[in-house]
């Protein structure tokens, strides 16, 4: 019996065959949500180098977009691509919220695994934009933790030295050490240095406006929450050497003693 | 049980190759047998300032390239028995030193009863560095008083934490230490220069010795005698007292001040 069972389902399968294979896929980052400056920066890629792009099929990887984009702007982005010329095959680097809006949207998701590791996080959209920002500086609340409980933050014991770099994927960082001048400590959440902080320092890398950068010594040369840098020349005198943290209101880089 | 050392520093100039000659002297001064290795293929210092550059025949190179043997490449130094040169070759680049070329000649040293083999790196954090340090056991990370030399230093001990083989193996880095040189007390305390305890903060490994600026570690390089021979003078004894902390002792550090002016300078100035 199971020769015959076995028979009906190769009868089946002949028309089709399941390939894996590697192709080389362009990628589309969106860095404004304004679909005809989109339309206009792609037309010159398209023109540019027609044999590469025209009917090319692209990723549209939207996570540089901060806040979120609602389904009418993505609709209207897709299509600015398809003016241009290039044919969007599907949404990258999704985080969850991406994930929602390939199903609703009917593309695929490539690269899938930022939602892996987004699970356990699961702020809402509104917790970011809404940041409760204290007057003074006094530390905020706790980002609120979500239902699978909180993320634990990537833990670096010992110091980031020049030219290292530390990523927090999807995590806060935790630095017990020295970050060296030249160093750099990224985190998709906040940052804490517990030691000097002489490099570098981006929280938030992936647009959150809520994080924040926590260091017991400041003499960084360049801090950054969300994409909102400041470059230090000079150390401001009331900081240089002292313990503070650093957070984004209304958009613009605060600094506070402890 | 031997161990290998490297001795580096990211930057060039600050006295690497001065620190591998003197410490391997010292070494071997004690009794213990040391080899020196230049693994700065394409310049070839070590043999200059060990004084042995007239005698090199075969080099790191041929051996690691099985056309001499060790044996045949390692130069006995004139002052200690136990101690032997291993040059680097002039007439190669770095890409002629492979890593299992490298391996295989520490292993043959320690074979052959090498209590410690120094390797002295060239300078950036190329092929010829990374190599250097790939084998070691501990690191003497060589560093000038001002800000790009600690800079530098801070990107090899990144480097020595990470892309060694201890650190492949999940061993962690080994002992690091810091050896200041050309430390000038005077222009310390002037503000000119920074101090042993700024370099120690930013850096935050221990130090293992400060070397004084003196003119005799130029005269002594010239003349091909490691300046740890020159007891007479402040930077041999400097180095004198970073090998003795190398081996486990306790010295105190010394030359960290200015000399005092005497009676007579102080009335006539200097």
Redesign the interface.
Known sequence: MSGSAAECRTEILEAADLRFGQVGIASVRVRSSDPAALKAALEVRVREAPQLFVRAPVVVDLSFLSPHPDDEAVHAMLAAVRAAGMLPVGLAYGDSETDALSLRLGLPLIAKFRAAYERAERTSPSDAESIAVPETGAPAAPAPAGADGPKVALQQHGSVRTGQQVYARGADLVVVGAVANGAEALADGNIHVYGALRGRAFAGALGDKSTRIFCSEFRAEIVSIAGHYRVFEELPEEFAGRAVQIWLEHDKLRIAGF | MSETLVITSGKGGVGKTTTSASLASGLAQRGHKTAVIDFDVGLRNLDLIMGCERRVVYDFVNVIQNEATLKQALIRDKRHDNLSVLAASQTRDKDALTQEGVGRVLDELKQDGFDYIVCDSPAGIEKGAHLAMYFSDRAVVVVNPEVSSV??S??I???L??KTRRAEQGEGPGPQHLLLTRYNPARVEAGEMMSVGDVEE?L?IPVLGVIPESEQVLAASNSGVPVIHDAGSIAGQAYGDAVARLVGEDVPMRFLEAPKKGFFKRMFGT
Do not use: A, N
Request: proline share 0%.
């Open positions: 800079r530098d801070d990107r001990l990144g480097l934490s990470s930013i935050g």
